[in-house]
């Protein structure tokens, strides 16, 4: 019997390649034409041209001075970039199944590797599943052309994803509003994490960005930030109205482009 591969180095998927396309000043990275994964300027190549990549980054409400963020996915790194920049304490690890994708990253400025950022070819299911209490935030955006994939939606992996963090940790859960599975996968996310889930209304269309914290009983100070912010998101779902949660989304990521602990 062959030996088992070892989760650090998957077997690759049998797909087709992703497609680079570059109109202009932007560069899209695709899985199938028409299907954007990832959008960048040329010419400002770490803005988040995306709005639910934008929603994403409310995680820092809940966790302002991350010390580890672990990314599943990397796409064409528009996360990995914003978090290597304006997040200069913090270890990222970012978690992605494709070599292909992987192979792109100079076409989208992704940074080398080097002592507080790593790209890891692995299952982010398999690698997650060792992992225990290393992570301040874990950003699951782990699509492949069939939206996300069983395996990272299972409560199964959420049960990982909870056990990965710290206490007072947040999982940022990327999953879209039509998948036949989205009733099931919040139901999941709840019952892995005591309800404190929640989300902001109306930031990303059909991306549903899902917040959920981690706190043990008697949390500490930053568990404590964490889950008051929980809760406040989760009375009216943000605001309680689309158009200012996109408002406060564009002003958060344009305040840690600019604050000075962040550069």
């Not at 989208?108 to 992992?131: K, Q, S």
């Not at 069983?150 to 039509?178: E, K, Q, T, W």
Request: net charge positive; hydrophobic share 45%.
């Amino acid at each position: 019997m062959p030996p088992r591969p070892s989760p650090s180095r998957p077997p690759a998927p049998a797909c087709t390649p992703p497609l680079v396309t570059t109109r202009g000043d932007r560069r899209t990275l695709e899985f199938a034409p028409g299907d954007i994964q990832s959008d960048m300027l040329l010419s400002d190549p770490t803005r988040l041209v995306l709005a639910y990549c934008r929603a994403i980054m409310c995680f820092a409400l809940f966790v302002p001075r991350p010390r580890h963020i672990v990314l599943v996915g990397l796409g064409g790194g528009s996360l990995a970039k914003f978090c290597y920049r304006h997040f200069p304490a913090a270890r990222i690890s970012v978690l992605e199944l494709r070599a292909d994708v992987i192979a792109l990253r100079a076409q989208f400025g992704v940074p080398a590797d080097d002592a507080r950022f790593t790209v890891i070819h692995a299952d982010a299911a398999a690698w997650l599943g060792t992992a225990a209490a290393c992570a301040d935030v874990l950003v699951v955006d782990g699509f492949d052309a069939s939206g996300l994939p069983p395996a990272l939606g299972s409560a199964r992996f959420y049960g990982d994803c909870r056990r990965a963090l710290h206490d007072g940790g947040v999982l940022v859960a990327n999953i879209f509003s039509y998948d036949p599975g989205y009733p099931r996968m919040v139901e999941r996310l709840r019952l892995m994490f005591d309800d404190r889930v929640c989300r902001f209304d109306g930031v990303a269309g059909n991306n549903r960005i899902l917040f959920a914290v981690k706190a043990a009983p008697g949390p500490g100070p930053g568990a404590r930030r964490a889950l008051r912010t929980q809760r406040w998101v989760a009375r009216r779902n943000g605001s309680g109205n689309g158009w200012l949660n996109r408002m406060l989304v564009r002003a958060l990521v344009a305040w840690l482009a600019r604050a000075p602990h962040h550069n």
